[in-house]
């Protein structure tokens, strides 16, 4: 069973940055897309930030000019860089990567911003 490792979740207080990283094994070939979900208690898991092959980017809104995501030169190992955090940011992150074989998803992590 293929696994990707996250890390980089934990507690943070308003304002405060965490940076989120993802690697996928060498064995996912042909990465096409990676991306960042969050699922708050309750709500649905909804896209945060993906980036594709190419470098092209983009955000939900909730986040635009706070988070930066971004891949190391290699091409399999995904950063979330979250600045400016807020409560309302407060949910369990997931990494997705998007390959022509199916997506693969990581366990979460819990970022938790106080007030």
């Known amino acids: 069973q293929v696994k990707l490792a996250e890390s980089g979740g934990g507690l943070v207080q308003t304002g405060g940055s965490l940076r989120l990283s993802c690697a996928a094994p060498?064995?996912?070939?042909?990465?096409?897309?990676m991306k960042w979900y969050r699922q708050a208690p309750g709500k649905q898991r909804d896209l945060v930030a993906a980036?594709?092959?190419?470098?092209?980017?983009r955000y939900s809104d909730s986040v635009k000019g706070r988070f930066t995501i971004s891949r190391d030169n290699a091409g399999n190992t995904v950063y979330l860089q979250m600045n400016s955090l807020k409560p309302e940011d407060t949910a369990v992150y997931y990494c997705?990567?998007?390959?022509?074989?199916?997506?693969?998803w990581g366990q979460g992590t819990q970022v938790t911003v106080s007030a």
């Open positions: 980036i594709a092959n190419g470098a092209n980017t």
């Open positions: 997705c990567v998007v390959s022509p074989w199916g997506d693969y």
């Open positions: 060498r064995s996912i070939s042909g990465i096409r897309a």
